[in-house]
Structures are given as structure tokens and as C-alpha cells.
């Protein structure tokens, strides 16, 4: 069980960070992108934020299950998202780059590889999703079942430009 509780999401300094992205970069600003964290701790959102920050993350998972659950649409190819860190303040823009839906299961070595967690070989990354996705299944009160529907994105940085991915 996850037992340092996140921030609340900071979502007029994400907003913010928003603005300049796109002002930099001459993207629409009619987009509203989604504020999220990574993980379902301030430990784990940090971690893996790091991760990001550091280059080692571009792919990340989550239940199909878990958008429903909180009223967001499925990202799309193209879409952003602002990361925050486990307080809840913003730190960077991602943008989706490609996504697909399918069981835990049929997560390869690639995507294993390039979610950068762990070993980054595939069966430490099912087993560590597999038991993330029970935790966060029974906290909602429902079941993890080996058919639930996972998407599977990869990303890349694009703000602010000091950890941008290049290119």
C-alpha cells in the first residue's frame, strides 16, 4: 500500500508551464493538456519523474480502467500532458508519440526497456505492473483480471527546454 500521500496537483503553475510551452514553441494553445503524476504516491511519482528527467523513462502504462475511473479521455498521439512530481508541482511537458492498447501481457522488451524501471527487462516490468495494478485495482475496490485492457504509451520530453529530448 502506497503510504506517502501526493500533493495536490498545482494546476495554475501547470497551466503556466503550458503557456510558455506553447508560446516557445508555436503549438495551439487551445488544447488544455491533462495534469498528471506518475505512480499513486508522492515516493513513487517522484521516482519515476525522475526517471523522466533523467532521459532513462519514455513509456509509461496504465489501465484503460483508471482513465474511467477518473473521467479522463485516453490520451491520443499528438496530445500532451504536464508531469508533476509528487507535491504536485509541474516539471515538465510530455508529448505522446505513440499508444496501444492491449493486455499487461503483450508489454514486449522494448516497451519494458524504454518504461527505464527496475532492471528494464520484461519480467521485472510484468511483475511490477502486475502488482502495481493489483494494488490500485483493490483500492478501488475491484479485481485485477490478466485481460484488463493496459495503454501503452511512449513519449517524449518537451518542456522546459533545459531537459527536452533533443530532435
Known sequence: MATDQPGDLDRTAALAMWRDYAAASGHPREEEPAVERFGDSAGL????LGSVLAGTKRATAALVADFA?????LPRIGGH???CDGAGTPRCVLR???LRLGPLASGDDAFAWDEGEGDRTRASWLDA???YFRRTQAARGQAWDDDLEVVFERFRVV???EVADRG
Not at 45 to 48: M, Q
Not at 69 to 73: L, S
Open 129 to 131: 505492473h502486475e502488482r
Open 45 to 48: 511519482a517522484d521516482e519515476l
Open 81 to 83: 500532458w504536464i508531469a
Open 96 to 98: 505522446t508519440t505513440e
Open 159 to 161: 518542456w522546459p527546454p
Open 69 to 73: 475511473a477518473d473521467g479522463q479521455p
